[in-house]
């Protein structure tokens, strides 16, 4: 299997890489990235014949189709993803490649989505969202739903740390998603809600413990209920630690300053850089996922609920590592464009997980109403 990796060299990519490489059926593994250094400096600390580095600018179509070509799958771990989720899928569709990214923007997952069709014409896999939220998030929802009858709301709720990546893309990524109107999914019907707005406490496992968590942009509202027939209310809550980071992103928008992409730019390379200064020692460098799903079996009303805590980087860079292993393995062949809780089967993908130390609680229970 010959796999490649945009944006391998970064905080989450790097992750996914030091899994793919330990892979025996993997002949092949290109870290394809912007920043080249840094690329061969993680291709030397893996030491591996297999395992190269080559510089990859992702606004080049032409250059990306080209190193799409050389590989079997893709990976891709480039973002901002509003910037670059329909330029790599087109890439794809290009190159006639399988796919798979960690794409967590809502817009970016809407515009993926509808590259449903090029991407069946060419015969290709596009995992669009396999990380962690969304990614581990859906295989949890899609692990809940398979173990009912029937259900009818899922509700995800994630907890990430401002201390627990160290990544430019993350801190645009997350004044983009406090922004603006976000997309929700209730009484059967697509919505959009205040970003920010909808604060719950949610108890996430130790040691992270209760957080307040807000609607916020990611795509598990919009792939869920389009895969998924039958549910009614599908919700996405989330939260930076430690908790008054929260308060000053909305308060960000609400003054205007993160509407427009290069507004964000500016606002994500002032916090890249104070940081370390605000956020250390401060918060709690771990993140985690929390997913309920409501349903009935055996006639029952009853609740599933999943959960995980690790790093970011874990938690992102090993369910993507996985994803794309599967489809270079055959395990996944559905052709267009798909969402975890789509085609990723549960069951494997969880055990995957736990070889390697991955720790998800999972329990079912029956619920009163």
């Not at 040691?207 to 599908?234: A, C, D």
């Not at 929390?290 to 090993?318: P, S, W, Y």
């Amino acid at each position: 299997m010959k796999v490649t990796v945009f944006g391998g060299a970064g905080d989450m990519g790097a992750e996914a890489v030091r899994d793919i490489a330990k892979q025996k059926d993997v002949e092949s593994l290109v870290i394809a990235d912007y920043n080249r250094k840094a690329a061969e400096k993680l291709a030397a600390e893996i030491g591996k014949p297999h395992v190269t580095a080559e510089f990859c600018d992702a606004n080049d179509h032409n250059a990306l189709v080209e190193i799409m070509e050389r590989a079997d799958v893709c990976l891709s771990c480039i973002g901002p993803f509003y910037q670059y989720e329909e330029k790599m899928i087109r890439a794809a569709v290009d190159a006639k490649r399988s796919y798979t990214s960690i794409c967590d923007d809502f817009d970016a997952a809407e515009a993926a989505l509808a590259l449903d069709k090029p991407a069946k014409k060419a015969g290709i896999t596009v995992l669009t969202g396999m990380g962690w939220t969304p990614g581990l998030s859906n295989v949890l929802a899609r692990k809940g739903m398979e173990d009912m009858d029937s259900s009818t709301e899922v509700h995800v709720a994630w907890a990430g740390g401002a201390d627990d990546s160290e990544g430019l893309a993350v801190i645009k990524h997350t004044l983009h998603i406090f922004t603006g109107d976000v997309p929700t999914f209730t009484g059967g019907k697509w919505a959009r809600v205040a970003a920010g707005s909808g604060r719950e406490k949610v108890a996430f496992p130790e040691p992270i413990g209760k957080v307040s968590v807000y609607h916020l942009g990611h795509p598990e509202p919009v792939t869920i209920p389009h895969f998924v027939q039958g549910l009614k209310e599908v919700s996405l809550k989330g939260a930076v630690t430690p908790e008054w980071v929260n308060p000053m992103a909305k308060a960000l928008s609400a003054l205007g300053l993160t509407n427009t992409p290069k507004k964000r730019d500016a606002g994500a390379a002032f916090f890249h850089k104070v940081g370390p200064t605000l956020f250390k020692s401060k918060g709690k460098p771990i993140s985690g996922i929390h997913v309920r799903v409501l349903g009935e079996k055996d006639g029952e009303k009853v609740l599933f609920t999943g959960a995980c805590v690790d790093n970011m980087k874990r938690l992102t860079g090993i369910p993507a590592a996985i994803g794309t292993l599967m489809i270079g393995r055959k395990a996944i062949e559905k052709t267009g464009v798909v969402a975890p809780e789509a085609a990723v089967p549960a069951e494997l993908f969880l055990a995957e997980l736990g070889k390697r130390g991955l720790k998800i609680e999972t329990k079912m229970e029956k619920r009163r109403s």
